[in-house]
């Protein structure tokens, strides 16, 4: 509807006293004591003072509405909010819901200005014949004004003042009247009615008439039937006494007395009439409930972490608190990089191989990552998402960094090797390496002293080396070393090479603990992975390796929109901290170990890949890093709570194994995952 022109400009004393009075009459229906009506006079003329001591415009700050998280193909991850509300324009709210919120509300809301004379009389004489004060004399525009008042005082804490906005009191309606009048100047009585719409509670939670539809009925706004309009513009008076979730009946009944209004006003026929209050309003029904919270959310561990990742982001406001307050109020529509596709391969490769609740009580969580630009592609675990103690329910994400709601992360065993490897090739070793390793097995060590690893990244004491396969010593080439992952060949690699400078390659592709910690500088950290280390950590630095030498910060956002603005378009944050040169050889030696050594059972079927085994003190842990050009995946398997535990002769899922290794649990969970995202993209060499 087009903008009224407004014939008032100022309002002369004499008639605000004239209007006082009446809000006078009104506030009589409304059962409101005022002293005897002889002293209505008095009270017009302090009600002129006070009218004019109060600001001279109404200003709407915007409303608090909950943000938007999509998955990257458009799907909603979840709707983090304080309050259960989506604002909409009034053309995007069926005309059906519009006429039954005029009807029941302020059926002369089109006819009048800021206040109604007539309604107010018509008020006053029906609780004058029944002598009861029932009926209500403000016009929907000052329940907008009250509405909206209510609103920013409680968006600023403002308990005392939001009491104040409801309050049967004088000074509420002389307050409402002045703000009212000044609104239906300044608006149109469209926008004016859209306003109420997107502020009104409907009950049960949801907050303007788009949050109330979905939930209620599972329908937008624009398509609501008349049936349904008709429940929630009866809603608004009474919400908590009418919701239909709760209140099956009176909702009924309310319902129908907002259908009598709309016939008896000339807005539906007879037959429509007739049809809906003769409808079982549990037919209406489809309640739904908004992805609030992670627990709801189709991704509960994604969206903890994207939770946690977007509070960190400097882009989104100055302080944690600021970005917390844009994040759940500012109706924010976050696009993210998941696929659900690969997220629900992930899901159901880690259960085919490690299910939930399994005799051995391991977990299995895994990571996969785009080389290039570290996407977050999906990532995921064999648990479900709880905040209870049952066994395979935790809230806890063992494939993120503890700052996104992770653990403190797992050793990583052998799958060091692959920095020791690049670190050989900056230093000019090439593939046809050797290295002269101690002999050592599994129940035999070798022992390597302090001399030979002088500080600062030294040893404080002798260190005893075990090989998973036994090795008779000797001179043996890098590439087989790798392929048998024979750890005295490669911790005989490190007092060549030097520890720091390793540890040095590890930190330049991401290398860090799991809580944010830099690797440490102890020899089997950096040479055998005795660090604890998340998959996302290790995915991102191996997709390093598969880019050739540049690693890529974790980039889960691509898009922060807000009231249909870009409000902030991150990009990849990614460097190059290694020679393409060197990261190519090592790549080869990565490349032999799928084909000869310990991925051989776990080839992408007419594709290359690169990827290392890791096991950790004990076979407590294991893992399975590898990448193609186009995607990196790390997997663990082991167990969380108890990370010493010595795990052999293990059977799960059908399968039995002489240990908890990386090749008999982690492994074929990498290939499933890795065959299953790449099916249908195009085979590409390795860099």
């Not at 029906?126 to 009250?146: H, I, P, Y």
């Not at 929630?232 to 907002?258: E, F, I, K, Q, Y």
């Amino acid at each position: 509807m087009a903008r009224r022109a407004h014939p008032v400009t100022r309002i002369p004393a004499l008639l605000v006293a004239f209007i006082v009075a009446a809000v006078g009459l009104g506030l009589l229906s409304s059962g409101i004591a005022l002293p005897a009506v002889a002293g209505l006079g008095r009270l017009a003329l302090a009600g002129a003072d006070t009218i004019s001591a109060l600001p001279a415009s109404f200003a709407t700050t915007p409303l608090a509405q909950g943000s938007r998280i999509l998955a990257a193909d458009g799907s909603l991850i979840a709707t983090p909010q304080d309050k259960d509300r989506v604002i909409v324009p009034l053309s995007a709210v069926a005309p059906v819901m519009r006429r039954a919120q005029v009807a029941i509300e302020d059926s002369r809301f089109y006819s009048h200005g800021a206040i109604d004379p007539e309604g107010i009389a018509r008020a006053l004489v029906e609780d004058l014949r029944t002598g009861q004060a029932t009926q209500g004399a403000s016009t929907l525009t000052q329940q907008f004004v009250k509405l909206s008042l209510e609103e920013q005082a409680r968006a600023a804490g403002e308990d005392a003042a939001a009491q104040a906005a409801t309050a049967k009191t004088l000074v509420r309606k002389l307050t409402e009247l002045r703000y009212a009048t000044t609104l239906e100047r300044q608006w149109t009585k469209d926008q004016i009615l859209a306003g109420y719409l997107n502020v009104a509670y409907y009950g049960d939670g949801a907050y303007g008439v788009e949050a109330a539809a979905e939930h209620y009925f599972g329908v937008h706004a624009s398509r609501l039937t008349l049936s349904e309009a008709a429940t929630l513009a009866g809603l608004v008076r009474s919400p908590s006494a009418t919701d239909p979730v709760h209140h099956l009946a009176a909702a009924t009944a309310r319902r129908n007395v907002v259908l009598d209004r709309m016939h008896d006003l000339g807005l539906i026929s007879a037959a429509n009439w007739r049809a809906a209050e003769k409808r079982p309003l549990a037919k209406d029904l489809n309640v739904t409930q908004p992805l609030s919270t992670c627990a709801a959310s189709p991704h509960p561990y994604f969206c903890e972490f994207i939770l946690q990742w977007l509070e960190r982001q400097p882009a989104l406001g100055e302080t944690v608190e600021a970005r917390h307050d844009l994040l759940y109020r500012g109706g924010l529509t976050i696009h993210t990089t998941l696929d659900p596709d690969v997220q629900r391969i992930v899901d159901r490769s880690l259960r085919e191989v490690a299910p939930e609740r399994n005799s051995l009580r391991v977990a299995a969580a895994a990571y996969v990552t785009e080389p290039g630009t570290g996407r977050v592609i999906a990532f995921g675990q064999d648990t479900r998402f709880g905040l209870t103690t049952t066994s395979g329910v935790t809230a806890i994400s063992y494939a993120v960094d503890r700052a996104y709601g992770g653990s403190g992360g797992f050793q990583f065993g052998s799958t060091a090797k692959a920095f020791s490897l690049v670190t050989a090739m900056h230093q000019g070793l090439g593939l046809r390496a050797s290295v002269d390793a101690p002999a050592a097995g599994p129940h035999s060590a070798a022992t390597f002293t302090p001399r030979q690893f002088p500080q600062p990244c030294g040893l404080a004491v002798p260190w005893h080396v075990y090989n998973d396969t036994a090795w008779h010593g000797g001179r043996i080439s890098l590439m087989e070393a790798t392929a048998r992952s024979t750890n005295t060949a490669f911790v005989a690699l490190a007092t060549r090479l030097g520890v720091c400078a390793i540890r040095d390659t590890m930190q330049a592709f991401g290398v860090h603990g799991a809580d944010g910690s830099p690797i440490g500088t102890y020899p089997p950290q950096v040479v055998l992975g005795a660090e604890t280390v998340s998959p996302q950590t290790m995915a991102n630095a191996y997709a390093g390796l598969a880019a050739g030498g540049t690693v890529c910060q974790t980039y889960p956002v691509t898009e922060v929109d807000q009231g249909g603005q870009v409000l902030w378009q991150p990009t990849p944050s990614c460097r190059q901290v290694a020679a393409t040169r060197d990261v190519s050889q090592a790549t080869k030696y990565l490349e032999y170990n799928m084909t000869h050594g310990s991925g051989i059972l776990n080839q992408l079927p007419g594709r290359p890949s690169a990827g290392k085994t890791g096991t950790a003190d004990g076979n407590a842990q294991s893992w399975f890093i590898g990448y193609t050009p186009q995607l990196a995946t790390a997997v663990w398997v082991g167990n969380p709570t108890n990370p010493t535990r010595r795990m052999f002769n293990v059977s799960m899922a059908g399968k039995s194994c002489t240990a908890m290794t990386g090749a008999c649990y982690a492994a074929p969970i990498w290939k499933r995952i890795m065959s299953r995202a790449l099916d249908g993209q195009p085979v590409q060499r390795m860099p």
